[in-house]
């Protein structure tokens, strides 16, 4: 199986609980022609699902045999994003998952990264991921913007988020006390907007 930076960025969601040492690792299988990374921390998820080019098309530069699932711990997982750079032989710019760790390449130089295994049972998470067709209202959104805006409720316990609709703003709010904070992220018009 082959990852791509993307497939990494997960890592962001994974625990940092070394008492639940299940959940402070990245999920990595494929799932048909796709991988599918996942990490939580039991609070917040994220999944990320990309096509990959096919493993055989990777250097052969380990005596590794490519694998179909894994787990990478996500401090691991940072070293090897850094480790991926932008390489115009497209195959390159992916990590190979095989059964002696995970393999980056340039040609001229080869990492290899190795975990000791944690054992378990990932969490059953695909429950938890509604189906796009169950929402109410899908409102398409800048996330550098939200970033930005998620820095001035930094500190507060608690955050509403409000969506009145495909074409309105999405509303943050959180009061304590005499203080509110109201805050709101424009929706980009897109086509998945204009078809609901």
Avoid: C
């Amino acid at each position: 199986m082959l990852i791509s930076k993307n497939h990494l960025k997960t890592r962001w969601t994974a625990s940092k609980d070394s008492t639940r040492p299940i959940l402070t690792t990245i999920q990595l299988r494929t799932e048909g022609d796709e991988v599918v990374s996942v990490a939580t921390d039991g609070y917040i998820l994220s999944e990320v699902r990309d096509h990959t080019p096919a493993a055989d098309e990777f250097p052969n530069v380990t005596d590794g045999i490519s694998i179909t699932e894994a787990r990478v711990l996500a401090t691991t997982a940072a070293t090897i994003s850094a480790a991926i750079k932008k390489n115009s032989i497209s195959v390159l710019n992916y990590a190979h998952v095989g059964s002696d760790g995970v393999t980056v390449t340039n040609l001229e130089q080869t990492q290899q990264f190795k975990d000791v295994p944690v054992e378990g049972t990932y969490p059953r998470y695909q429950q938890l991921i509604p189906t796009s067709y169950q929402a109410k209202a899908v409102v398409t959104i800048n996330p550098a913007y939200l970033e930005k805006l998620l820095k001035v409720f930094k500190g507060e316990d608690s955050v509403m988020l409000e969506i009145h609709g495909p074409l309105s703003p999405v509303v943050l709010r959180a009061a304590h006390g005499e203080l509110t904070i109201t805050g709101i992220v424009m929706p980009l018009k897109s086509l998945t907007d204009s078809s609901r």
